[in-house]
């Protein structure tokens, strides 16, 4: 049972689902600087109304564990990714005079998915429904590293918070509690575990098509 990475077998037997991922024409209309303004402004819009049920739904999660060391370690990422790192993202273009207001369908699928999986699991399989948008975000800021983007576009904005150090630090820390998590299932929570960050990963595909659609 031991030994045994979540992270790299999940790579290994999700490519298609990784690569609809990193490959979205969401991210690469953000890479060309091909993103309509409008359109960003509904994934913006749609981002802001997503994390302020997260934040709530991931202080559910951190409550599930007694161990406040950890209880502490996650919260402090929490700050860091949803209050400070996405904050900074979203005010670059984001017009609060036009808010709207109302949560998308897609918006409500993935959140109800969220609540879903933290009723109906532990910790350690809760986990699993969490770790795909902080981890995915880091592949993402990978991609980024070698570019040259423009002061004025929003790839700018995305290099500069998820290509950097801090991000791609606590992005390693996710898989390393993931791949931790993963080693004390048994094979058939290895299995639900699997499936659960598919479903996560899955949830973030459709979020981006809201920033093209």
């Not at 060309?32 to 049920?53: C, V």
């Not at 739904?57 to 370690?73: A, N, V, Y």
């Not at 209050?83 to 207001?101: A, G």
Request: glycine share 2%; aromatic share 14%.
């Amino acid at each position: 049972m031991k030994n045994m990475s979540f992270y790299t077998n999940f790579i290994k037997n999700n490519e298609a689902t990784i690569k609809g991922y990193v490959e979205h024409p969401f991210i690469n209309s953000l890479i060309n600087d091909a993103l309509d303004p409008k359109k960003y402004q509904i994934y913006l819009e749609q981002d802001d109304l997503f994390l302020s049920k997260y934040n709530s739904l991931f202080m559910d999660l951190i409550c599930k564990t007694t161990e406040r060391k950890l209880q502490k370690i996650l919260l402090n990422e929490m700050i860091s990714f949803f209050y400070e790192t996405k904050e900074e993202e979203r005010n670059e273009v984001f017009n609060q005079s036009d808010f709207n207001d109302v949560t998308s369908v897609i918006t409500k699928k993935y959140l109800s998915f969220l609540e879903n999986s933290l009723h109906k699991h532990n910790y350690s399989l809760s986990l699993f429904a969490f770790g795909a948008c902080p981890v995915s975000y880091a592949e993402i800021g990978l991609k980024f590293v070698n570019l040259k983007p423009k002061k004025s576009t929003y790839l700018a904005t995305w290099k500069k918070l998820y290509s950097s150090s801090q991000f791609q630090t606590n992005s390693q820390n996710w898989i390393a509690r993931l791949n931790e998590q993963y080693e004390l299932l048994s094979e058939e929570q290895r299995i639900v575990a699997e499936d659960i960050y598919k479903k996560g990963l899955e949830c973030e595909i459709n979020f981006f098509n809201q920033g093209i659609e």
